[in-house]
């Protein structure tokens, strides 16, 4: 249930804030007019959209990269397992360079951090044991297991900038900004519709209830674009793009 909830957090409490003392103050001071909100719609909404299906289509590639990421990897593994001439212990080896590739990129990319360095090294370490062990891997297996490395190192450095790279922040600041001085411009019209004699909890509900969607859309946006901390509803499993997944 709790993941759920993920969308409701301080902004949301910003803007129920915003909501409550702006409808307070226009009924206090009696501001009412009637002014055309579509401006205000393509203000927000085209712009939250866009961001929105900016950070879907992040998620959705880096899906693509991690599966492409796992089957190279897979593929390797296997080359070097079934290669007849390399021994035992140095097959175990090669697993594990494997496995340290594996999980360096998935640890990089479920922290805030930058540095490749990990991810690089065990890449590089993997490169050493084949070039090492030239002798006993087959000339036309190692050409096999180089392109599909190659296809390893790919995904990752494209995994690695979807990472370090996100939606503009200029237009998610932007969208926010909005969203916060929506209830301004809002109120009055709304009290203007509803008419000053009816009800006023009418008009708070109203305005909270177009706050919390706009915030939760913008919410759901900011975790979407950031998928790998398994904390949102749609984050990436690991867990299905390991090597040795069980």
């Given at each position: ?41 393509i203000a927000i909404i085209f712009p939250l959209v866009f961001t929105i ?194």
């Amino acid at each position: 249930m709790s993941r759920y909830l993920i969308i409701i957090n301080f902004r949301t409490l910003i803007t129920f804030f915003l909501s409550i003392a702006v409808t307070y103050l226009a009924y206090e001071f009696k501001v009412v007019y009637n002014i055309d909100l579509t401006l205000m719609s393509i203000a927000i909404i085209f712009p939250l959209v866009f961001t929105i299906r900016g950070a879907f289509r992040r998620r959705e590639k880096a899906l693509e990269h991690l599966s492409r990421f796992k089957a190279g990897l897979k593929t390797v593994e296997n080359y070097m397992l079934y290669s007849s001439q390399l021994n035992e212990e140095g097959k175990n080896q090669a697993v594990e360079n494997i496995k340290k590739i594996n999980h360096s990129l998935y640890l990089h990319l479920t922290t805030l951090s930058e540095d490749t360095s990990d991810l690089d090294a065990s890449i590089n370490h993997l490169i050493e044991f084949i070039k090492n062990n030239g002798e006993f891997i087959p000339k036309g297996c190692k050409e096999k297991i180089f392109r599909f490395l190659r296809d390893v190192i790919e995904s990752s450095d494209n995994l690695v900038a979807i990472h370090a790279h996100r939606t503009p922040i200029s237009l998610k600041a932007y969208c926010l900004i909005f969203i916060y001085i929506f209830p301004v411009i809002y109120t009055p019209t709304i009290i203007n519709k509803i008419g000053v004699d009816n009800p006023s909890w009418l008009t708070f509900f109203i305005v909270m209830l177009s706050e919390f969607i706009l915030i939760s859309l913008y919410n759901i946006q900011d975790q979407m674009e950031y998928p790998f901390d398994d904390e949102g509803l749609d984050d990436i499993k690991f867990k299905l793009f390991h090597v040795h997944r069980k």
